[in-house]
Structure formats: C-alpha cells, structure tokens
C-alpha cells in the first residue's frame, strides 16, 4: 500500500488550501480514510475520517472549515481546507485505517499570520 499525499504550502489566514492522497495497492473504496496531523514536537492528531460509504467525522477545532471527501473511482482522498488559522500550522498525513494501517509522506501545510 502506498499513499502520496500532496497540496500542502504556505497560505495566508483566512486562505485555502486542498490536500490530496493518491493511494495504490490497496482496495481504497472500502476502506476507511483519515487524515490526521502532527504539531512540531507533539503528537500527531485526528483530524477527520470518512468511511466507505462517505459518512464523515471531524475534529472539534476543524469542523466547519474542513472538508474531507472521497473519489473512490481515482483511489484518492482530499482535505479541502477554508479559513485556516496560524494555528492549523502542521504536517498533514494521510491514513488508511486498516489493519495494520498505513500512512503517507505528509505534506506541510504553513498559515502566516
């Protein structure tokens, strides 16, 4: 299983960003999908989930602004991401929550105050 996440950068506050995950080697559509993200020198944290049928969770401080969405016919994932804050400033990874799971590369993703 291989996921290659892409789309991070450096955005103003209030800007937009669209992450992307293409994965291979796996039965995407069936798995559940996650994208998560990690502070500098803290631990990494859920960040949202969609399942097969595309029923969606978020965390608390991205609900709202975040988007998670699915292209089961591409084998890939997207984190459309509205209004970001300095505080979203992270490293983005995405996930598929199997058993065992696997992850991305992640992609930085910068918001400047």
């Known amino acids: 299983v291989q996921l290659q996440a892409s789309g991070g950068g450096l955005v103003q506050a209030g800007g937009s960003l669209r992450l992307s995950c293409a994965a291979s080697?796996?039965?995407?559509?069936?798995?559940?999908m996650a994208w998560y993200r990690q502070f500098q020198g803290k631990h990494r944290e859920l960040v949202a989930t969609i399942t097969s049928d595309g029923s969606t969770n978020y965390a608390d401080s991205v609900k709202g602004r975040f988007t998670i969405s699915r292209d089961n016919a591409k084998n890939t994932l997207y984190l459309q991401m509205n209004s970001l804050k300095p505080e979203d400033t992270a490293v983005y990874y995405c996930?598929?929550?199997?058993?065992?799971?696997?992850w991305g590369q992640g992609t930085q993703v910068t918001v400047s105050s």
């Open positions: 996930s598929q929550e199997s058993y065992p799971p696997y």
């Open positions: 080697g796996t039965m995407f559509s069936i798995n559940i």
